[in-house]
Each structure stands twice: as C-alpha cells, then as structure tokens.
C-alpha cells in the first residue's frame, strides 16, 4: 500500500527557513508529478509546489521565489526548501501526486510566529 510520510515541519520566526522532506514507500512515484500542498485552519488544501518527472516545477505566487521543490528518486524523496517564511504559510504541509492524491499522510506542522 501506497505511503506517504511528511516530516521537518516545526515553529520558527518570520524570515525563517524550514526543509520538509517527504518519503514515498509501497510503490514507485518516480514517474508521477509530484506535489507539496497545505491547508490553513478554516481553509482548503492547496497546492503550493509541484515537480514532474523531468524537474519542471511549478509554484503557487504566494510562495514563488521563496520555496524551492525538489526530488531525489533514488531514495524515494521529495523535499520542499521553504526560506523568508511568513505567517501566512502557517498550515499542515503534505506531500502527494498531481493532479491526482493518492491516500493522505498525516502531513507535517508548520508554525510561524510573526
């Protein structure tokens, strides 16, 4: 069965840098697109970056030139380079496929303080 497990996620200033990795098990994601999405208190999911098999990446304007997604399919990994954090990207932070989720993780928290 298909697993995604999210970690990295934590409390940090605004300014801040944070590094969420995401680690795919159960089967192989190294032909799908692959996403980081998050979802705000009283909010939808989003979906924030996203990066195909060939590295082409693609980003929400709320976080274009702040976030940086990356993949390593060797160890069944992706990651998201997260720097000059604002409050606002205070939510869950979860990885799965685009444009289609698979199951969901349990995501990872991130907190920043203002």
């Known amino acids: 069965q298909a697993q995604l497990v999210e970690s990295g996620g934590g409390l940090v200033q605004a300014g801040g840098s944070l590094r969420l990795s995401c680690v795919a098990s159960?089967?192989?994601?190294?032909?799908?697109?692959m996403g980081w999405y998050r979802q705000a208190p009283g909010k939808q999911r989003e979906l924030v970056a996203s990066?195909?098999?060939?590295?082409?990446?693609n980003y929400a304007d709320s976080v274009k030139g702040r976030f940086t997604i990356s993949r390593d399919n060797a160890k069944n990994t992706v990651y998201l380079q997260m720097n000059s954090l604002k409050p606002e990207d205070t939510a869950v932070y979860y990885c799965?496929?685009?444009?289609?989720?698979?199951?969901w993780g349990h995501g990872t928290q991130v907190t920043v303080s203002s």
């Open positions: 799965n496929t685009v444009p289609l989720p698979v199951g």
């Open positions: 990066i195909h098999y060939g590295n082409i990446r």
């Open positions: 159960g089967r192989d994601f190294s032909s799908n697109r």
